[in-house]
Each structure stands twice: as structure tokens, then as C-alpha cells.
């Protein structure tokens, strides 16, 4: 299977957090697992976190990131001091390298690159999600939710 029929969210973290309704219904159709949130519980304490999981060896060629970076940032990435993961500099689509044609979601309906980006506090991966869940999340929360089709 190739990325086709995956999506890609347009933002840049990689944590998914829902209400355990959402969840529920969700879960009928997709294979997917959850866990409480990390974060300190607030009023909507029933909202659980999708759990994500790496998928593949790499997702981009990595001498491309490392072009990509030192042209955007001057640097391509650096490792985090606080978690200790090479992370490669962000990148906005217009500027990521293209996907590699990589072994594709498998049996998972949303998965993690392999590789980490980021800056300062920030540390997370690029997701893909199948077609279908990216357009069942997307219409239960619109407007915090911009997908766009794996290039
Ligand atoms: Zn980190």
C-alpha cells in the first residue's frame, strides 16, 4: 500500500485529544486506542488522547530535511536537550521534502513519522491519517481540523 488515501493535518503538533463520545463512536469503524490526558484535568474531564503509533523506517529522505533546514533555518535540527531525540528544524508544507513512498498505514488507520522536528519546547511528528478517519474527525470538529491529501 502507498500513502494514498492517507491525509495529513495542516498544524504542527502531533497530540489528538477528543471527547470520550467521540471516541466511542470512532472506535466502531477505526482501529484505534486511546488513554486518559496528560494534562491537568479540567471541566471536560472525560476527554481521552489518541494514542499514535511510528509507522515505517523513515518518511523522508534525509538529506532533503538537512537541505531544508540549513536553507530555512541555517541549521537542520539539533538534539533536544530536554527528551534527548534528534529532531529535525520545522518545516511548513510548502517547504518538507516530498513523502517517501514508504511501506503505507499498514494495518493502523493513523500513524506517526518515524522522524521528530522541532524547536525550543516544542518536539513532535508528522501524522497521517487514512482518508476516512481524517474526514470523520474533520467533520466532528471543523474548525480545528485542516486536512490535506499526503503529497
Ligand atoms: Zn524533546
Redesign the pocket.
Known sequence: MTVTGAWMPYWTGDVICMEASLADELSRTFDLAFRPVEWPKSENSDAVQLVIPAVGEKWYDPNLLEKAGVERHGTQGAL?S??G?W?WMPLGREFRPPLLKFEGLGDVDIAASPEWF?DGQL?FRHLLFRRELAEAISLASPRDFKLVEAE
Open positions: 533536544c530536554e527528551c531525540r529532531r522541532g518536539c
